[in-house]
């Protein structure tokens, strides 16, 4: 069950309530009643738009960001739901690093709130690269109901292993 490979740094107890939403078919209504509808951020223009504003309200003076994408090849499997990297390209005999933002393709069809939380996430890597505490009270600063928005993404991961998207 997909449900250990999302929440396995979580407690016995908290594993035990979501087996029981999961048994009860009850994980997709919890959900829709938190997240009754899907974001409209459809590609990669709308997302650039997107992340640059999160980008302005609370990171202004961070480097740019050269490339912000869906990416088809992120997997959630290995723990990428987003990416952030620095491209270094040799140009005159010179190294220059450039910014990027992916984020995966799982997230098109998803809340808005999982999107932000993701942005939030990679955004932090522009300042802290480490997930240390300066680098989630980043998070928490940008998104102050960010552990809760994580949580509540993995059990939307789980249903989508499952049983697929909650909207249909």
Do not use: W
């Not at 223009?45 to 912000?68: F, G």
């Amino acid at each position: 069950m997909p449900i250990h490979k999302y929440l396995a740094q979580y407690p016995a107890s908290v594993i035990s309530q979501v087996e029981s939403l999961i048994h009860n078919n009850q994980l997709q209504h919890y959900l829709l009643e938190r997240y009754p509808a899907p974001h409209s951020i459809a590609n990669d223009s709308d997302l650039r738009t997107y992340v640059q504003a999160l980008k302005n309200r609370h990171m202004k003076n961070s480097q740019p960001l050269s490339k912000i994408i869906y990416d088809n090849k992120l997997h959630v499997v290995h723990n990428a739901l987003g990416l952030h990297s620095y491209v270094g390209r040799n140009h005159g005999g010179k190294i220059k690093t450039r910014n990027e933002l992916r984020v995966s393709s799982v997230f098109k069809n998803a809340p808005e709130a999982f999107l932000n939380m993701i942005v939030v996430h990679e955004l932090a890597h522009l300042k802290e690269i480490e997930h240390n505490r300066a680098f989630y009270r980043l998070c928490l600063h940008m998104l102050q109901d960010y552990h809760q928005l994580e949580f509540d993404m993995r059990l939307y991961l789980i249903q989508l292993e499952l049983a697929g998207s909650i909207y249909n």
